[in-house]
């Protein structure tokens, strides 16, 4: 698969569009820009994990070194750090690649390994030449790769000679977004970044140049990548999506309805993903948008925009975001509703030894409650019960239905004589 990392001519923007800043044709960078990476790996043997284990032991037992190098097989550099974290039992790194690991088995829900591959490493050598040389490093050390899932990714596009000042990004009025998080970073002389969103979801815009000053290791890696003979020849400006697991399980093939589980995953829908965060949950308007109307839809993009939201990637394009359909567990709710109805209870100074009474209170509350609200708003009794039955059985199959922690039909039986089809009662 092929991103088109190195710097590439676009097409005119007068085809998709020609303000906001874009008024020649500019040259385009794409690429991933972070990439968090779980994997359930099956050691064939413990040897390696001995190895870093004896290593961060030798670390501890020091009070000046804070990282060891550790030799071995496969071409990575790693150097061992002195502690973990809360879930991984080490740590090592090289260079922006930070690499996570515990003792647990390949079996359980936790993964026993972590993999991030930086900005710098992303664009060179590249993210795929970097999973492919993992796996295979791997596999060296007598392991197993059992399945792997995305936890975090970051799409970037550069526009290189565009200055983040030509763009009237800074006007939140401009913005239709699922988000209601704006933030801004400005100097007294320009804005330096822009983002939308926060944790899970969040696109960022910034002065790409102005960011490389502060980081010169990076410098050489995106001259290269952009084409240009120094990093600050030109302005950059740069757009970026992050999204997190929670975010891509839910942009869904339209035909499997499986969301954006595994590396491969991932490679294969990047250009649905852009679609959804271009289309979908964010876009820039050429008008400022009444945000109380109900008619968004109808809003122009800029023509910034247009021509963000027709940038090609690789994959297909058959996904959409679907909702998550909220979950109901009917043994979780009667262990809720026994708290509920004690507590309620209690407040009626009543016998602890004293079951009936407890019970009774319990039957007369909700009783009373239903009952209260049928005889003020029959009409709004009859919308929550229908639309509760829709949040149970929309999310619970036939199948599921039958299984011991949810009722059957049989179990509370209607007060009134069953009817046949025909509305009659039965004898």
């Given at each position: 698969?092929?991103?088109?990392?190195?710097?590439?001519?676009?097409?005119?923007?007068?085809?998709?569009?020609?303000?906001?800043?874009?008024?020649?044709?500019?040259?385009?960078?794409?690429?991933?820009?972070?990439?968090?990476?779980?994997?359930?790996?099956?050691?064939?043997?413990?040897?390696?994990?001995?190895?870093?284990?004896?290593?961060?032991?030798?670390?501890?037992?020091?009070?000046?070194?804070?990282?060891?190098?550790?030799?071995?097989?496969?071409?990575?550099?790693?150097?061992?750090?002195?502690?973990?974290?809360?879930?991984?039992?080490?740590?090592?790194?090289?260079?922006?690649?930070?690499l996570l690991i515990n003792k647990r088995t390949c079996e359980g829900n936790v993964p026993n390994m972590?993999?991030?591959?930086?900005?710098?490493?992303?664009?060179?050598?590249?993210?795929?030449?970097?999973?492919?040389?993992?796996?295979?490093?791997?596999?060296?050390?007598?392991?197993?790769?059992?399945?792997?899932?995305?936890?975090?990714?970051?799409?970037?596009?550069?526009?290189?000679?565009?200055?983040?000042?030509?763009?009237?990004?800074?006007?939140?009025?401009?913005?239709?977004?699922?988000?209601?998080?704006?933030?801004?970073?400005?100097?007294?002389?320009?804005?330096?970044?822009?983002?939308?969103?926060?944790?899970?979801?969040?696109?960022?815009?910034?002065?790409?140049?102005?960011?490389?000053?502060?980081?010169?290791?990076?410098?050489?890696?995106?001259?290269?990548?952009?084409?240009?003979?120094?990093?600050?020849?030109?302005?950059?400006?740069?757009?970026?999506?992050?999204?997190?697991?929670?975010?891509?399980?839910?942009?869904?093939?339209?035909?499997?309805?499986?969301?954006?589980?595994?590396?491969?995953?991932?490679?294969?829908?990047?250009?649905?993903?852009?679609?959804?965060?271009?289309?979908?949950?964010?876009?820039?308007?050429?008008?400022?948008?009444?945000?109380?109307?109900?008619?968004?839809?109808?809003?122009?993009?800029?023509?910034?925009?247009?021509?963000?939201?027709?940038?090609?990637?690789?994959?297909?394009?058959?996904?959409?975001?679907?909702?998550?359909?909220?979950?109901?567990?009917?043994?979780?709710?009667?262990?809720?509703?026994?708290?509920?109805?004690?507590?309620?209870?209690?407040?009626?100074?009543?016998?602890?030894?004293?079951?009936?009474?407890?019970?009774?209170?319990?039957?007369?509350?909700?009783?009373?409650?239903?009952?209260?609200?049928?005889?003020?708003?029959?009409?709004?009794?009859?919308?929550?019960?229908?639309?509760?039955?829709?949040?149970?059985?929309?999310?619970?199959?036939?199948?599921?239905?039958?299984?011991?922690?949810?009722?059957?039909?049989?179990?509370?039986?209607?007060?009134?004589?069953?009817?046949?089809?025909?509305?009659?009662?039965?004898?």
């Amino acid at each position: 698969m092929n991103v088109d990392k190195k710097a590439q001519k676009v097409k005119q923007t007068a085809e998709v569009g020609g303000k906001a800043g874009i008024t020649f044709p500019p040259t385009l960078a794409k690429n991933l820009d972070k990439l968090k990476i779980c994997f359930w790996v099956d050691w064939k043997n413990s040897i390696f994990l001995d190895e870093i284990d004896a290593i961060k032991q030798s670390l501890q037992d020091t009070t000046d070194l804070q990282e060891q190098p550790f030799q071995n097989p496969g071409g990575f550099l790693w150097n061992v750090q002195r502690t973990g974290t809360r879930i991984f039992n080490f740590r090592l790194t090289a260079g922006d690649l930070f690499l996570l690991i515990n003792k647990r088995t390949c079996e359980g829900n936790v993964p026993n390994m972590m993999l991030e591959i930086g900005s710098e490493s992303c664009w060179s050598p590249g993210f795929e030449d970097i999973f492919y040389n993992f796996t295979r490093w791997i596999e060296v050390l007598d392991g197993k790769i059992i399945k792997n899932q995305v936890s975090e990714v970051h799409l970037a596009v550069d526009l290189i000679g565009t200055h983040i000042e030509s763009l009237n990004i800074r006007d939140k009025r401009y913005w239709i977004t699922k988000s209601h998080k704006f933030a801004s970073v400005e100097s007294p002389r320009q804005l330096e970044t822009f983002s939308v969103g926060k944790g899970d979801m969040m696109m960022r815009i910034y002065d790409k140049v102005l960011e490389l000053r502060y980081s010169a290791a990076k410098q050489a890696t995106f001259t290269d990548s952009w084409g240009v003979e120094k990093y600050d020849e030109q302005p950059v400006t740069r757009l970026e999506f992050q999204l997190r697991r929670e975010i891509l399980k839910n942009i869904k093939n339209a035909e499997t309805n499986k969301g954006i589980d595994s590396y491969e995953d991932l490679c294969d829908s990047l250009s649905a993903i852009w679609r959804y965060c271009t289309h979908s949950w964010v876009r820039h308007c050429l008008e400022p948008v009444d945000s109380g109307n109900n008619h968004q839809s109808r809003a122009e993009n800029s023509d910034f925009w247009n021509f963000i939201s027709v940038i090609p990637w690789e994959g297909d394009t058959d996904r959409a975001k679907e909702k998550p359909r909220p979950k109901k567990d009917y043994i979780a709710l009667r262990k809720q509703f026994l708290g509920l109805g004690m507590t309620l209870a209690a407040f009626h100074n009543i016998s602890t030894q004293d079951i009936d009474h407890i019970i009774n209170i319990g039957k007369h509350i909700i009783e009373e409650d239903m009952l209260a609200l049928f005889v003020t708003d029959e009409e709004e009794f009859y919308r929550r019960i229908d639309k509760k039955k829709r949040e149970v059985y929309e999310t619970v199959s036939p199948v599921h239905r039958l299984k011991p922690d949810h009722p059957s039909s049989h179990l509370y039986p209607s007060p009134y004589p069953p009817t046949d089809y025909q509305g009659d009662l039965h004898a």
